[in-house]
């Protein structure tokens, strides 16, 4: 089983930034592309963003175009998620897995605790 850890979610007006991040064994899967997910409350849970092993190559969810930044840390095990001119729509949970680029699907069934992101308007 995968452990994955997100931290640094909070409670931020609209139009705030939040840093999220997460613990992962990047190194034990080297190579992989790791990703961030968000469910918001009665909704499925969706791609957010993903990055490759080097970092050369990103991916975004069109509603965080712009306004998000993904980066990754190997040495650290950490993948970090920039959040800016946050809006009420990005409340959610948020979650990070390993992540398929051509299908924005997660690779791993098991799923951290995640980290709650509320924005108020």
């Known amino acids: 089983q995968v452990q994955l850890v997100e931290s640094g979610g909070g409670l931020v007006q609209a139009g705030g930034s939040l840093r999220l991040s997460c613990a992962a064994p990047l190194r034990t899967f080297s190579g992989l592309i790791m990703g961030w997910f968000r469910q918001a409350p009665g909704k499925e849970r969706v791609f957010v963003a993903g990055?490759?092993?080097?970092?050369?190559?990103?991916l975004y969810g069109d509603s965080v175009k712009g306004r998000f930044t993904i980066s990754r840390d190997n040495a650290k095990n950490t993948v970090n998620l920039q959040m800016n001119s946050l809006r009420p729509e990005d409340t959610a949970v948020y979650y990070c897995?390993?992540?398929?680029?051509?299908?924005?699907?997660?690779?791993?069934?098991?799923w951290g605790q995640g980290t709650q992101v509320t924005v108020s308007s």
């Open positions: 990055i490759t092993w080097s970092g050369g190559s990103t």
């Open positions: 897995n390993f992540v398929n680029f051509v299908t924005r699907e997660a690779l791993f069934g098991s």
